[in-house]
């Protein structure tokens, strides 16, 4: 019996002490064909501490390949580090406050396969 590709996910966990908040998948990134990644995501709608949203001005969509172990060198990475990344692929995309909480496909091209992907979300206020 064929098995489905295996539906897997990371949470980098890091220090929350700016704004804004967090966006969150609600559909995970996952490949629709040998061309691209789709995802849904849900943007913030309150700062890191759960205070009004102080501010949603852009959304960072970024890839690269993870490590040829499958690790991924971003981990541990700041969110400035991330954008800053040799290599990292980014998308951006203009943002305001009517955006806060909304939800969004978001896209990204497949860089090679087999291999394993690295995909994420950054916003700025």
Given at each position: ?125
């Amino acid at each position: 019996m064929p098995l489905s590709p295996a539906l897997m996910g990371t949470v980098g966990t890091l220090d929350l002490d700016k704004a804004p908040g967090a966006g969150a998948f609600i559909e995970a990134p996952h490949q629709v064909n040998n061309s691209k990644i789709d995802a849904i995501v849900v943007r913030p709608s309150t700062d890191f501490d759960g205070s009004d949203l102080t501010g949603l001005n852009k959304q960072y969509a970024f890839t690269l390949l993870a490590n040829p172990d499958g690790t991924n060198p971003l981990d541990g990475l700041t969110s400035e580090a991330i954008l800053a990344f040799p290599g990292i692929v980014t998308e951006e995309l203009a943002l305001t406050a009517s955006d806060a909480g909304t939800t969004a496909s978001v896209s990204w091209n497949v860089i090679s396969f087999p291999a394993v992907q690295v995909c994420g979300v950054i916003y700025e206020g």
